[in-house]
T-cell receptor
Framework: DSGVTQTPKHLITATGQRVTLRCSPR?????VYWYQQSLDQGLQFLIQ???????AKGNILERFSAQQFPDLHSELNLSSLELGDSALYFC??????????????FGEGSRLTVL | AQKVTQAQTEISVVEKEDVTLDCVYE???????LFWYKQPPSGELVFLIR??????QNEISGRYSWNFQKSTSSFNFTITASQVVDSAVYFC???????????????FGTGTLLAVQP
């Protein structure tokens, strides 16, 4: 158990819909990362938040957005869903700054299926 | 630009065989970190090892060993006496984060599916 919690574990929805994925980081971790794992794109970094602020951005579509709340949990919002958005979405957390260890702790992922 | 290449898409071995998973990386930074993660059929990503660019010592942990060679930009992973439970997808990853740095985002390779047959 990494200590990172993601909900829901599975989600099935239709094209054009909007979904929200939730992530609670490990206790004490200020950084949250979102990754997308699909068959054709592999594991792609989407975005990172640190203590409520966006810190790094990867290959995140404009239809996707994320935020990190004061209690440090994060949400990834996916809108106008397309079939190609079907993927496993991982959240990871990390200690940054002087306590940095270089390791990302991954949640179990949220599997999104768009029909 | 950063890039991680895992040329082996799938490897199949018989239990007790040794197997090496290859990883080649590209980066322009002198300070960087390399990782291996395991993704078993259940789907979660499990951290195996981290190595920084200044430490080229090979590491052994039980049946696992890692060979880091800066000269060839490679960070290969060997499983000795493989077991069925080793069956998983293994990812190599690169980060250019520095100690106390702003981000630890990882760039992953495409993964190698290891199937260990009984």
């Amino acid at each position: 158990d990494s200590g990172v919690t993601q909900t829901p574990k599975h989600l099935i929805t239709a094209t054009g819909q909007r979904v929200t994925l939730r992530c609670s980081p490990r206790s004490g971790d200020l950084s949250v990362y979102w990754y997308q794992q699909s068959l054709d794109q592999g594991l792609q970094f989407l975005i990172q938040y640190y203590n409520g602020e966006e810190r790094a951005k990867g290959n995140i579509l404009e239809r996707f957005s994320a935020q990190q709340f004061p209690d440090l949990h994060s949400e990834l919002n996916l809108s106008s869903l397309e079939l190609g958005d079907s993927a496993l979405y991982f959240c990871a957390s990390s200690v940054e700054g002087t306590r940095w260890t270089g390791e990302l702790f991954f949640g179990e992922g949220s599997r999104l299926t768009v029909l | 630009a950063q890039k991680v290449t895992q040329a082996q898409t799938e490897i199949s071995v018989v239990e007790k065989e040794d197997v090496t998973l290859d990883c080649v990386y590209e980066t322009r930074d002198t300070t960087y970190y390399l990782f291996w993660y395991k993704q078993p059929p259940s789907g979660e990503l499990v951290f195996l090892i981290r190595r920084n660019s200044f430490d080229e010592q090979n590491e052994i942990s039980g049946r696992y060993s890692w060979n880091f060679q800066k000269s060839t930009s490679s960070f290969n992973f060997t499983i000795t006496a493989s077991q069925v439970v080793d069956s998983a997808v293994y990812f190599c990853a690169l980060s250019e984060a520095e100690y106390g740095g702003a981000t630890n985002k990882l760039i992953f390779g495409t993964g190698t599916l290891l199937a260990v047959q009984p």
